[in-house]
């Protein structure tokens, strides 16, 4: 994030996912999508988004090219990009203003199926939008601006582990709290399916603020959640922090489950069965499980290998994904190379 202020028209930037060890779910009211309630997530290198953003004065629209495909004027994920950029093109010099962009963006991971590729790929964005305008802004302006296409976006703007407020009065800022190499942590992604969720988690927020009879609870247990994680955290307590995110996704699932919202499915709770049966037996491994089928497997470096021999076995799970704690967004080119 320590780029020299360059004007360019195109920049390439790279983001990762992240997961919540302590969820976020709900919106505050007012606007500029803040989070009801404070997050904390790690950033995960093993996964990766890549964007190019070019401004380009002799386009008629905005284009999205999502995983080589074109993306329909009106599709959702193309709009929201728009609404990203527009906010670039606010602030960007005159010359910029009427200038629509080419957005090409790659992700080597599942799409929109509860892998948050919204964030890497909100995160990846909002970082190649705002240098290819020329913008030399901080990490933090970075995080604010992705915030407001994806909340947890602005958590892959940093590296390691990060939160995110929220609550009434909070302005959504994120900031890193640890390093990536400040707790002994790898995360096993038992893949279920390869297809996109019927239910974008937006919608299932709303769903859940509207009609769910534990939202409230949910709101206000959910701080006092965040803040035992983070001192976990600080003092590098695997045992704990896996306790706490396990027991934060399992109150988000039931608070949503309990406005009709469910995104597990058999092979989610299959996965979740082998977790709790490992650590039985002395594996100390935890789970937790976003917006989408896959389950994500906490676990020690050292017993990685044996919860991945366990994983691999269970009906439904196609496939594993292993992730360690990584990097905030970063360009990809060198600085000051036209990209
Ligand atoms: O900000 P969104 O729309 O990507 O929603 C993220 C919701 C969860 O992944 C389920 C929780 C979280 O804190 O990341």
């Known amino acids: 994030m320590s780029e020299p202020l360059v004007s360019r028209r195109s920049a390439t930037a790279i983001a990762h996912p992240n997961i919540a060890l302590a969820k976020y779910w709900g919106k505050r009211e ?37 995983n080589g495909v074109v993306q329909a004027p009106d599709a959702r994920t193309k709009v ?7 906010r670039v093109r606010a602030a960007a010099g005159p010359e910029l203003h009427t200038s629509r962009a080419r957005i090409v963006s790659t992700n080597d991971f599942p799409t929109a199926s509860g892998l948050a590729s919204s964030a890497s790929g909100f995160a990846a964005l909002a970082l190649a939008s705002v240098r290819a305008a020329g913008l030399d802004w901080s990490a933090e302006q970075v995080a604010d601006l992705a915030r407001r296409s994806s909340a947890s976006a602005a958590r892959s703007v940093f590296g390691g ?17 640890a390093g990536p190499k400040s707790l002994d942590l790898r995360v096993i992604v038992c893949v279920t399916t390869e297809a996109e969720k019927a239910t974008s988690s937006t919608d299932g927020m709303g769903t859940t603020q509207a009609n769910s009879p534990y939202y409230a ?21 695997f045992t704990r922090v896996g306790e706490l995110a396990e027991r934060s996704a399992l109150a988000m699932h039931a608070c949503a489950m309990a406005a009709g919202i469910v995104y597990v499915t058999g092979a989610t709770l299959a996965a ?32 990685l290998a044996a919860a991945r021999a366990r994983l691999e076995r269970v009906p439904g799970v196609l496939r594993l994904i292993e992730a360690t704690p990584g990097d ?9 190379a036209p990209s």
């Open 217 to 237: 609870a949910w709101v206000a247990d959910a701080p006092e959640s965040h803040s035992l994680m983070r001192a976990a955290l600080l003092a590098g307590d």
């Open 272 to 303: 979740l069965d082998e977790v709790r049966a490992m650590r039985a037996s002395g594996l100390a491994t935890y789970a937790t499980i976003d917006a989408g089928p896959h389950l994500k497997c906490l676990v020690r470096a050292s017993e």
């Open 328 to 336: 905030g967004a970063r360009l990809v080119t060198p600085q000051g």
């Open 30 to 66: 007012g606007g500029g999508n803040v989070p009801a309630v404070p997050s904390l997530s790690v950033t995960l290198a093993g996964m990766s988004t890549t964007t190019k953003v070019s401004f380009d004065a002799t386009l008629v629209d905005d284009e999205l090219v999502l």
């Open 161 to 177: 582990f990060v939160e995110l407020d929220g609550g009434p009065t909070s302005d959504g800022a994120a900031r890193a709290v």
């Open 80 to 86: 929201r990009a728009s609404q990203l950029l527009d």
